[in-house]
């Protein structure tokens, strides 16, 4: 994976990355929804929005995790349904080099 894109935040606020990582912490706890799942919702997110690299980290991070190239597939599906094909085009443009 790439350098942390943070990285220039942490060197320059180590104080509010600290909180930045309680956050995910907190958003990513270890029970309840499986990691894969709580990660494919996240990229379904960032399509929305988006967020190129995000959705390319996150997919390689859901694939890491134990997810199919058919679930991540069936979450740009969902994600189109709800927000619309802007976010289909996100995801072609994220998931050239990962899928």
């Not at 967020?51 to 679930?71: C, H, I, P, W, Y």
Request: proline content about 5%; overall charge negative.
């Amino acid at each position: 994976m790439p350098e942390d894109p943070l990285q220039i935040i942490a060197d320059n606020d180590p104080e509010f990355v600290n909180l930045l990582d309680e956050t995910l912490h907190n958003a990513f706890p270890e029970n309840g929804i499986p990691y894969k799942y709580k990660l494919l919702m996240a990229l379904s997110l960032d399509a929305s929005k988006g967020a190129v690299n995000g959705v390319r980290s996150l997919a390689l991070q859901a694939l890491d995790a134990g997810a199919t190239k058919e679930e991540i597939m069936q979450t740009i599906r969902i994600t189109q349904y709800i927000c619309g094909i802007g976010s289909v085009y996100v995801a072609a443009n994220a998931l050239q080099d990962v899928l």
